[in-house]
């Protein structure tokens, strides 16, 4: 009976494991607090403006990066409330469109203020409404900024530069990536009282999410000119992504090291404390479910990482910052080049941008699992060219491949039903005995030869590769909006007839009366309802893992059917 008290541990930790991850979505939201209710601050404006007499930007990256045109948001709420409002400086609008994005650029600081991705629409039934990933709106802003900081001043230097405050001017205002060419350039142009020009460059590629960001410092005066860049991720903790309620995944800030690797640093944490931390070859990201916009600097410099929260606009900033002070000598340029990266969690698009870029696709701690099951699915996929069929193959090879360890736990299953009848007049006869009930049964496995253990270790390896499965099949944005069959058009979302979550309770279910009853009459009941339980779980679920679950189940039934007849006729003979 340990076996199915494993089973019973199993499916309740499972049960748990839902529930925490529903729990920890709930807290997520909580931990946005704001404000205490009654106490309206109103939004400052603030003006354009160059850098100041010590060399530092109006509003540093340490302080508050927003301004306002407009009334404060309703302090009391955890999140800002449905309405519509800048909160930005506006200026000229500048519209950039490839193949694959929509794009709008302001000129207050050339900040992003709006992306959409053309090749991910919003929903499956609306193909020509792409997904709004940036916005600069309330209550889902989502913005891109970038300009530069001094430390100094002084008789033989210009530390005057733009930051995300200052107007910068434009050729035009419209660009559409011609169809007879692989790139497009977007400049913009500030010039310093002093004489210095900048000019930041936004390059477009065709068929990528990739943007190179080019800020080119030419010193035409007689003086040297020092300064830093930045380049920061603000957002509220709202986004456009449709999930199940039932289903968490992690929304918010990371950033990457060579030495920590991958870091999340949510909403609570920029709360709580402010981020500031040196970092060679890494880069700072805002990522929510399939999602993400990144800002990933040069290799070989060292940036300062810091993080920001100002609860009266209920905006998190995430960014870095020049450690080191660049100096232009007069007639001289310098070009400060960074990448920007807004699109879906493609994960051989972004090994290609930086290093650890890929781990956005947020398979936890069994990373090294997950990754090369995702790897098999897509080779699968490649082959038979639906997610739906992938993942069903995926599922027989992975059940291949468990083939002995599963066989190894149904014999043992298979014993223990044999022996059943014998063990239930052991119950009725040791009543009142516990001990000699247990001498007894340990007894009867002795001469039976049966491990009461036999079958826990193989269900427990095979733990780790299904969760990783889970990690895989949830994380995939491949999976978003990707049909199956017939009534399943999205793999992604609920299966809508709820056929595929009844069919997992159905095999469930059969599987229950495939393994011996538990002889505890309160165990047995429970088992009992789990498939009902299971099944309500999983009607909120994503199909494609709903599929994996029936596939999987199916073929557990198929081999065990097959082990416990063949251990009973050999009982027989």
Known sequence: MEQQRLLLFVALAFIVFLMFDAWQQDQAAKKVATTPAGQVQSAPTTTTSSANTNGEVPVAPEQSTVTSTASAIQPSSTVPTEQTRDIFKQGQTIHVVTDVLDVTINTVGGDIRQL?????????????????????????????????TGKRADANSIIAAPNHLDIYKTERTNYVLDESKDSMDVNLYWTSKDGVQFTKTYTF????????????????????????????????????????????????GVIFSPDERYEKIDFGEMQESNLKRDIRGGWAAMIQHYFLAAWVPEKDKTETYYTNYKPRNVIYTLGFRDKNETVVAPGADYTFNTVFYAGPKDQEALEKIAEGLELTVDYGVLTVIAKPIFWLLTKIHSVVGNWGWAIIFLTILIKALFYKLSEASYKSMAKMRAVQPRMIAMKERFADDRAGMNKAMMELYKKEKINPLGGCLPILVQIPVFIALYWVLLESVELRQAPWILWIKDMSAEDPYYILPLLMGVSMFIQQKLNPAPLDPIQAKVMMMLPIVFTIFFMFFPAGLVLYWVVNNILSIAQQWYITNKVMKEKKA
Do not use: C
């Open 116 to 148: 959409k991705l053309l090749d991910y629409p919003q929903k499956l039934n609306e193909p020509d409404n792409p997904f709004l990933l940036m916005n600069e709106t309330l209550p889902r802003v989502f913005v891109a900024q970038s300009g530069f």
């Open 205 to 252: 590629y065709r068929g990528s999410h990739k943007i190179d960001v080019k800020q080119k410092v030419e010193n035409k005066t007689t003086k040297i000119w020092r300064g830093n860049t930045y380049y920061q991720l603000q957002r509220t903790q709202v986004s456009e992504v449709d999930q199940s309620q039932f289903i968490y995944t992690y929304m918010g």
